[in-house]
């Protein structure tokens, strides 16, 4: 059983204008104790055909994670994504934008209720047969991951699934 669950993940004000900051509110378990911290990544894919366009936002280190005698190398283990589109408020900006964007005018609008997930099998404790990565699995609609999402060889049921 992997020792972290992402029970669910919230994306708090949205639609906002373009510039406010980016809130999620991230759910997870760790059901053994953990001998480094977890590291979460919210990052802006800016072509999906390519990871050149990739932009770390914002990237933050949340440890110690309860004390523990399990050990693991660190890996995307999940990956959440969200379809984000821009878009000027007022119509005639809409239908006439400027050459040059005017940000103070632009909101941010992010298709919360449609988060593409993708999981990564890693070895949290020792060498296993490879697993299959599982893609692109729909939310339930309270926003949270179904449980569907962690059946992958070696996961509980009671696992659910964050780039």
Known sequence: MAPVS??????????????????FQVQFECGEALPQDLEWKI????????????QVLESVLVGPVPAG??????EEFIRIGYYVNNEYIDPELRENPPLNPDFSQLQRNILASNPRV???HINWDGPRDQMD???????????????SCAY??????????AR
Do not use: Q, W
């Not at 994306?11 to 809130?23: A, D, I, V, W, Y």
């Not at 990052?43 to 990739?54: L, R």
């Not at 990565?133 to 449980?147: C, K, Q, R, T």
């Open 43 to 54: 990052i802006y894919v800016g072509s999906a055909e390519s990871e050149e366009y990739d």
């Open 152 to 161: 992958i060889k070696g996961l509980a049921p009671s696992e659910s699934p």
């Open 6 to 23: 992402v029970l669910g993940v919230s994306l708090l004000e949205n639609p906002s204008p373009f510039g406010h900051p980016l809130r």
């Open 69 to 74: 005698r399990h050990m693991f190398l660190f």
């Open 133 to 147: 990565n599982i893609e692109n699995v729909d939310p339930e609609p309270d926003g949270f991951l179904s449980p």
């Open 118 to 120: 993708t999981r990564f």
